[in-house]
Nanobody
Framework: QVQLVESGGGLVQPGGSLRLSCVGS????????MRWYRQAAGKERELVAR????????NYAESVKGRFTISRDNAKNTVYLQMNNLKPEDTAVYYC?????????????WGQGTQVTVSS
C-alpha cells in the first residue's frame, strides 16, 4: 500500500533552517508529482510546494517563495523541503502528499506529518 513517511521537523529559532524529508513506497514514485502541505493550529491545511515527477517544474505558495525549496531524488523515492529564513508564522505540522488516480477524483495519500516550530 501507499506509504509516506516524513522526518526532519523540530524547533528552530527565527531565521534558522530545516530540511524535511519524505520517503514514499507502494507506488512508482518517479511517475507522480509530490506536494508539501502544512497545517497550523486552528487553520486549514494549505499547499506549500509542488514538484513535477521529473523535477522540471516547481510551484510555491507566495508566503514561502524565495525561502523554501522543494526537490526530489527519484532513485531514493524521497522528496525534500529545504526551509530557510524561517519565521514564526511557518510553525505548523508539515505533510507530504501524493495524489494517485484520475484527475477528477484522485486518491489523496498523506504522511503522518512532522511538526515544525519556529520560536525564540
Amino acid at each position: 500500500q501507499v506509504q509516506l513517511v516524513e522526518s526532519g521537523g523540530g524547533l528552530v529559532q527565527p531565521g534558522g533552517s530545516l530540511r524535511l524529508s519524505c520517503v514514499g513506497s507502494g507506488f512508482i514514485f518517479s511517475s507522480y508529482a509530490m506536494r508539501w502541505y502544512r497545517q497550523a493550529a486552528g487553520k486549514e491545511r494549505e499547499l506549500v510546494a509542488r514538484i513535477s515527477p521529473g523535477a522540471s517544474m516547481t510551484n510555491y505558495a507566495e508566503s514561502v517563495k524565495g525561502r523554501f525549496t522543494i526537490s526530489r531524488d527519484n532513485a531514493k523515492n524521497t522528496v525534500y523541503l529545504q526551509m530557510n529564513n524561517l519565521k514564526p508564522e511557518d510553525t505548523a505540522v508539515y505533510y507530504c502528499n501524493v495524489d494517485i488516480g484520475t484527475l477528477i477524483a484522485p486518491n489523496k495519500f498523506w504522511g503522518q506529518g512532522t511538526q515544525v516550530t519556529v520560536s525564540s
